[in-house]
């Protein structure tokens, strides 16, 4: 590694350094809320001092100086992000507690992650001679906003995985609910039997249902923001059903069953259209494949005896 490289390692490293201790020192760092009443707040701490201090990665020191400026960082960015609403809907979607805020960390920190390597790969570059500065600066913008963009898609791909199961799920626990209402039982109580004998995604969601109904919300409107949280179509007919079926007094039993018969169709249509999609695509290597070598094998031959006979 030439003089240079070595100048600009110490460097950026010194500044960085500085930088910390300048931010966080205590006149430019303002309190929160709950450090400045911390004091006058009578409570009997019984946790564990040693088991507080340790961290959740396993970097150590380096994490406890990090943390706080990354959680500024979010705090600072999260103010020019308009869709935090839509961001909390997608977490809830994925069947993830975390908030928006540890969201927005983990992105962070995958950015950071892709320009820890970008940065790695500049230098080795670098250091055999082949740097181009351009090329550089586009390769450490590309992977940083690439892991910023990757987690996005990592839970995109959560949801999309748990709507499938929750639609698989969703035939099996509906007919017991309806079986257990034609059994004398509540909606309620159908739901709490479901919470007991069903696991998955779904079951989930109903223990989520019934844990706010016995907060004090009321059955239809705890259903419905189940159904705002998923927002699957099959959901909010089954949410729509049941609340029409309890205002106009209609059997709860039969509506379940045709809302349990409706996702199974759902299901076979889609597929039969994915079925259809796969038979399109096996046309190209059939047609760009397989076909030619098949004519070539056909008229190889008699192309060779026409050459014989001449």
Known sequence: MSALAIAALTGACLGSGLWLM??????????????????????????????????????????????????????????????????????????????????????IIWASAGLAA??????????????????AVLIIIGTSAGGYLLRDYVLSAQIRKREGRILAEFPSLAELMALAVSAG????????????????????????VLAETRAGAPLMLALQNFSNRTQLAPLVRFVDGISVAVERGTPLADVLRAQAQDVRDLSKRELMESAGRKEIAMMVPVVFGVLPLSVLFAVYPGIALIELGL
């Open 22 to 107: 300048f931010v966080r020192l205590p006149a430019m760092r303002q309190p929160r809320f709950a450090e400045r009443i911390a004091p006058q707040l009578k409570s009997v701490d019984v946790s564990s001092r040693l088991l507080s201090s340790q961290t959740v990665t396993p970097f150590g020191p380096l994490e406890r100086i990090v943390r706080p400026v990354a959680r500024d960082a979010v705090n600072w960015l999260n103010r020019f992000s308009p869709a935090s609403s839509v961001l909390a809907k997608r977490l809830d979607q994925a069947g993830r507690s975390q908030s928006v805020l540890d969201f927005r960390a983990e992105q």
């Open 118 to 135: 970008s940065t790695t790969v500049i230098v080795m570059l670098a250091v055999s001679g082949n740097f181009n500065p351009l090329l």
């Open 185 to 208: 039982e509540s909606a309620s109580g159908a739901l709490e039997r479901i919470c007991r004998t069903g696991h998955g995604e779904l079951a989930k969601e109903f223990s989520r």
